[in-house]
């Protein structure tokens, strides 16, 4: 089973930036998706962003031209780069990757999740 582990949230105010990173057990380069989630108080988890294997990715209204999904030059990590961050974009943020196994089809694994508040 593939670990994810989120780093990078924290409290930052309103209009402040903030990078999660998310690193996995094994490379990224073999998943077909990965994924940033977030869940605010008394709300469902919604997706965020996600990037898939071949390069597309896709992004919430409520992030676009805020948020960038990426991977550094190590092919296990995956980031969430927020700009101009909105109380809106408080919850906990949590990295998900999808992959195809032999003996259990395709998965989605979670990560532990990190808390993101912003406030003044």
């Known amino acids: 089973q593939v670990q994810l582990v989120e780093s990078g949230g924290g409290l930052v105010q309103p209009g402040g930036s903030l990078r999660l990173s998310c690193v996995a057990s094994?490379?990224?380069?073999?998943?077909?998706?990965m994924a940033w989630y977030r869940q605010a108080p008394g709300k469902e988890r919604e997706l965020v962003a996600a990037t898939t294997r071949g390069g597309t990715t896709n992004y919430a209204d409520s992030v676009k031209g805020r948020c960038t999904i990426s991977r550094d030059n190590a092919p296990n990590t995956v980031y969430l780069q927020m700009n101009s961050l909105e109380p809106e974009d408080t919850g906990v943020y949590y990295c998900?990757?999808?992959?195809?196994?032999?003996?259990?089809?395709?998965?989605?694994?979670w990560g532990q999740g990190t808390q993101v508040t912003v406030s003044s």
């Open positions: 094994r490379s990224i380069f073999t998943m077909n998706t």
């Open positions: 998900k990757a999808y992959y195809y196994t032999v003996a259990h089809g395709e998965v989605g694994v």
